[in-house]
């Protein structure tokens, strides 16, 4: 692990989901385990763009159907992983693009759902908290 910064407590499986920042990717934990394994992003801690990549993540969350939504700070953008999937679609900003309107992040540092699973993002740069509506 390398600068790991968020931490998702995922209750049906006893562990932890881990926002691995420096090393570009989520990875579990089960709790009491010696080992780790990697959830999302590249197993040797290569950044990227892509659908499959993450660049700095910061955050990590499961929805009650287990979907995976991760912070991809430095690509200012919250990527939503299907259950089982390894490929992202951008559900919050837009990969790369920096920007201060209702669809574009700076830097999102973290993230959380209401009780309708609308989505809150700490937009860091921008110094405020954006809301998406349920996706």
């Given at each position: 692990?390398?600068?790991?910064?968020?931490?998702?407590?995922?209750?049906?499986?006893?562990?932890?989901?881990i926002?691995?920042?420096?090393?570009?990717?989520?990875?579990?934990?089960?709790?009491?385990?010696?080992?780790?394994?990697?959830?999302?992003?590249?197993?040797?801690?290569?950044?990227?763009?892509?659908?499959?990549?993450?660049?700095?993540?910061?955050?990590?969350?499961?929805?009650?159907?287990?979907?995976?939504?991760?912070?991809?700070?430095?690509?200012?953008?919250?990527?939503?992983?299907?259950?089982?999937?390894?490929?992202a679609?951008?559900i919050?900003?837009?990969?790369?693009?920096v920007?201060?309107?209702?669809?574009?992040?700076f830097?999102?540092?973290?993230?959380?759902?209401?009780?309708?699973?609308?989505?809150?993002?700490?937009?860091?740069?921008?110094?405020?908290?954006?809301?998406?509506?349920?996706?």
């Amino acid at each position: 692990m390398w600068q790991p910064v968020g931490l998702f407590f995922e209750q049906s499986s006893n562990s932890l989901l881990i926002a691995n920042y420096g090393a570009n990717n989520i990875v579990r934990w089960v709790l009491n385990d010696t080992q780790w394994s990697i959830v999302v992003g590249d197993s040797n801690g290569i950044g990227g763009n892509s659908s499959s990549l993450l660049r700095n993540p910061t955050d990590v969350m499961l929805d009650p159907m287990n979907n995976i939504y991760v912070v991809d700070r430095s690509n200012h953008r919250v990527q939503f992983f299907p259950v089982g999937q390894s490929n992202a679609t951008t559900i919050a900003g837009k990969t790369g693009t920096v920007g201060s309107n209702a669809t574009l992040l700076f830097s999102p540092n973290s993230i959380t759902f209401d009780n309708q699973l609308n989505l809150y993002v700490a937009d860091w740069q921008n110094h405020r908290i954006q809301k998406f509506l349920r996706y």
